[in-house]
């Protein structure tokens, strides 16, 4: 039996834009950049890369591909090596993508710490001797490392302190401008979420159920669900006052999802049509869209 951890994902992310992705832990936002990374592979659907079609592709053709896109996650200590140096670990990468002359590799592994914010003696040190955010800047410079166009950032921040998380958040968001990035920002947090991104999409049980720029879903979140999940966080206007709405029961499972509106168990606006037919993804103006029989 195939369990469907996410279904009828639909979405585009432009050019120099940052698309948040926010839901629930178990909602299927890190199986949804997992896939489009095509370390999990779609039993459905198409992933369109720069205009092709990555669907299908084997290991070989996708090389290429991850020299334009690449992956940020939140444990950085588990994705580094803990017996190389950081600077050869990172040689090691650039030598894998053609960069085969041993001084510019060291200029180039020497720019990327400097870009990210760390020292040149730091190239001779290991893993364990970094702090968590000095981690986490290795590992977004080596994702930087291939030059890469798309980064899958993943709960980039949730692992470390918070004053730390603002760092690393002020560095992505630098970067993104100085190189002409694109992010696909999954994260639990919806502060920085609503801070980073220029979209935001909301996932519930595997599904998108609204996405819009993202002044637009935190002023005026239209789905009952997004209602619900952002109510967490303050008012957007000092002194006006948001509500925060309690969801009652648990997420059902994938694994047998609810028929029509998967939401609908959890729902207070719930109909007899919210049983039977699943809604649509549809526009309500501009580039906000919403999953749901109301709108
Ligand atoms: Fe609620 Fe029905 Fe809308 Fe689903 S479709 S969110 S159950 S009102």
Redesign the pocket.
């Known amino acids: 039996e195939t369990v469907k951890a996410v279904d009828g994902v639909d979405f585009d992310i432009h050019y120099g834009e940052v698309l948040g992705l926010v839901g629930e832990s178990g909602c299927g936002k890190s199986t949804t950049g997992r896939t489009i990374l095509r370390l999990l592979d779609p039993t459905d659907g198409e992933i369109v890369f720069e205009g092709n079609n990555i669907t299908q592709y084997k290991k070989k053709q996708l090389r290429p591909v991850y020299e334009r896109m690449q992956l940020v996650f939140q444990d950085p200590f588990a994705s580094l090596n803990p017996r190389k140096k950081v600077g050869d670990a990172f040689e090691e990468v650039l030598y894998v993508h053609k960069m085969k002359s041993r001084v510019e590799r060291r200029e180039r592994v020497k720019d990327l710490f400097e870009m990210v914010g760390l020292r040149q003696e730091d190239m001779e040190k290991y893993p364990h001797e970094f702090s968590g955010g000095q981690r986490q800047r290795i590992v977004i410079a080596r994702a930087l490392a291939v030059q890469p166009k798309l980064i899958i950032c993943d709960e980039p921040v949730s692992a470390l302190d918070v004053s730390i998380q603002a760092q690393i958040v002020n560095l992505l968001t630098s970067l993104k401008s100085r190189l002409g990035l694109s992010y696909l920002f999954i994260s639990h947090d919806l502060r920085v979420v609503k801070y980073m991104s220029d979209r935001v999409a909301v996932m519930y049980l595997g599904k998108i159920?609204e996405i819009a720029p993202a002044d637009a879903l935190f002023k005026n979140p239209t789905?009952?669900?997004s209602k619900a999940l952002l109510s967490a966080i303050a008012a957007i206007k000092p002194g006006q006052k948001r509500k925060r709405i309690i969801l009652e029961g648990e997420v059902p499972s994938p694994v047998n999802p609810p028929s029509?509106?998967?939401?609908?168990t959890r729902?207070?606006?719930?109909?007899k049509?919210?049983s039977e037919m699943e809604?649509e993804l549809k526009c309500i103006g501009g580039e906000h869209f919403v999953?749901?029989?109301?709108?």
């Open positions: 159920v789905h009952p669900y029509g509106c998967r939401f609908r729902c207070k606006y719930t109909t049509q919210c809604p999953r749901c029989h109301l709108c």
